[in-house]
């Protein structure tokens, strides 16, 4: 078992998203996830990511506040405790569009090792 202390938990820099602070709770250390890694991100007001697409899939859990997930057009409002998966190749774009900060819970799968 590997228990991580949020209070250790490391910064990272998505691609492609603005007005957020990432951290890594598990994932990417020894003892640790074998096949994803967990996210936690606090958008700003404002903030977001996309509009783009992954190769794998990735699921976002709302913990509090409001995240808007756009996706062929169509908007889905995801408030706490929601949550939704993205396939992959699927184009999304989500946005905070209230004054309060979003805190989402993200797990995505480890990318795929590159032979050599």
């Not at 590997?2 to 598990?26: C, E, I, M, S, T």
């Not at 190769?55 to 929601?82: C, H, N, S, W």
């Amino acid at each position: 078992m590997l228990v991580k202390r949020f209070q250790d938990a490391k910064p990272y820099d998505a691609p492609n998203h603005h007005g957020v602070v990432g951290l890594r709770l598990q994932g990417f250390e020894d003892g640790g996830p074998l096949n994803q890694w967990l996210g936690y991100s606090q958008f700003l007001p404002g903030g977001g990511a996309g509009p783009d697409s992954t190769p794998f899939e990735k699921v976002y859990l709302v913990l509090e506040g409001q995240m808007t997930v756009i996706m062929d057009g169509r908007e889905i409002v995801l408030g706490a405790l929601d949550s939704c998966t993205i396939a992959p190749g699927e184009v999304r774009e989500i946005v905070n569009r209230t004054n309060d900060v979003c805190k989402m819970v993200v797990v995505i799968p480890y990318p795929p090792k590159v032979s050599q």
